[in-house]
């Protein structure tokens, strides 16, 4: 075992992924020589050689455009876009091109393919560098979307994405890539796609979160008089229904939390599934602890866009005295 930073659990699944399986290849803007902007390919430029560690242009487009080629020419490519923001020039590749082949082939061929992109607010970075898109690729069929809140994760979750024979978008929440550690297995092992987490076990509130949220929940969990039972849904798409379900049927009270706008954000999809699934054991509405509808704000006001441990509470309290 060895205690690991999600970054570097991330790193150790490219690194492990690539010795098992020379069709592993990675592209992107600085990941060769420089080890990507924040460090997660380090030092696999200089073990794998340029060949498969390959630095790009500062082309989105042509970064994906690429990959899909170089996928459905039998390769398993992990292309890098730098921060979220930056997936727009990429949209028409990703989604009408990498999410739809395995329909428009009738599954002669398929696509796979791992995108690997820094998600999320909390670093104090500049506009288009923040943002939080997860529901975007989740509206998007032929797309499997991830994003891990824990070392564990990440790493067992990468693997699994990287050995998947449909496009991954692995979204890596960047405000905890060095947050904490945690014991993480040096020797092989997988996460599965579509498989949520119970961090905490409860009996009065369901709480629902992903990504760096998931830590601003367990800081509420453990302020909070109810017993919580959180879930880190882990995979934005294809969702875990069954695990919410179970829960909601326990506790019949439920919150949900996520960074990205409120409007037509993931949580507005959870809700509606758990009032088509557990409409009659639920004792109160379902609260929501989002982001807010406008762009994410620079430094000063940054952290109040975030949810934290105090607005999440609040909806707890909300939510438990109905």
Known sequence: ?????????????????????????????????????????E??????????VVDTPLAESGIIGTAIGLAMGGLRPVPEIQFEGFLGPAYDQICTHAARFRTRTRGALTV???????????????ELHSDSPESIYAHTPGLKV???????????????????????????????????????PEDEYTVPIGSARVVAEGSDITMISWGASVIQCMNAVEAASASIELIDLRTIYPIDTPTIVESVKKTGRVVIVH??????????????????????HLEAPIQRVTGFDTVMPYYKLELEYLPDAQRIGEAVEQVAAY
């Open 1 to 41: 075992m060895a205690n690991l930073t999600l970054v570097q659990a991330i790193n150790l699944a490219l690194t492990q992924e690539m010795e098992d399986d020379e069709r592993v290849i990675l592209l992107g803007e600085d990941v060769g020589k420089n080890g990507g902007v924040f460090r997660a390919t």
């Open 43 to 52: 030092g696999l430029h200089k073990r794998f050689g340029p060949g498969r």
């Open 112 to 126: 796979p393919l791992t995108i690997r992109v820094p998600v999320g607010g909390g670093i104090h970075a500049p």
């Open 146 to 184: 991830v994003m891990p809140a824990s070392p564990y994760d990440a790493k067992g979750l990468l693997v699994s994405a990287i050995r998947d024979p449909d496009p991954v978008i692995f979204f890596e929440p960047k405000r905890i890539y060095r947050a904490f550690r945690e014991e993480v």
């Open 259 to 280: 960074e990205a706008p409120r409007t037509c954000g993931l949580g507005a999809e959870l809700a509606t599934q758990i009032m088509e699934h557990c409409f009659l």
